[in-house]
Nanobody
């Protein structure tokens, strides 16, 4: 079983930045593909970003490309989401997710097995 704990959410003005962190435990972190998803108020959960086990491959949802950056530190068992140029429409609960990928260095926008509890990000206009 994998445990994921997010941190770093909060209230920020439009145009500002936040960095989310997600600490993982319970499994060899370097065998986990990692991703971030979000659920805006009254809407379905959507894909934000994903990163491969090496960190060399990343993928982003269209609405965040060029503004958000996903990264990971395998020595710290942590994945990050740097969010810049935030917009009010980025307001959502952000979830960290993990999936077992063994040695595959692909990135995945689906098929995640483990989820964190979520952290609220609110962007004011």
């Amino acid at each position: 079983q994998v445990q994921l704990v997010e941190s770093g959410g909060g209230l920020v003005q439009a145009g500002g930045s936040l960095r989310l962190s997600c600490a993982a435990s319970g499994r060899t972190f370097s065998s986990l593909g990692m991703g971030w998803f979000r659920q805006p108020p009254g809407k379905e959960r959507e894909f934000v970003a994903a990163i491969s086990i090496s960190g060399r491959r990343t993928n982003y949802g269209d609405s965040v490309k060029g503004r958000f950056t996903i990264s990971r530190d395998n020595a710290k068992n942590t994945v990050y989401l740097q969010m810049d140029s935030l917009k009010p429409e980025d307001t959502a609960v952000y979830y960290c997710a993990a999936r077992d990928v063994l040695s595959s260095d692909n990135v995945y926008g689906y098929g995640y097995d483990y989820w964190g509890q979520g952290t609220q990000v609110t962007v004011s206009s």
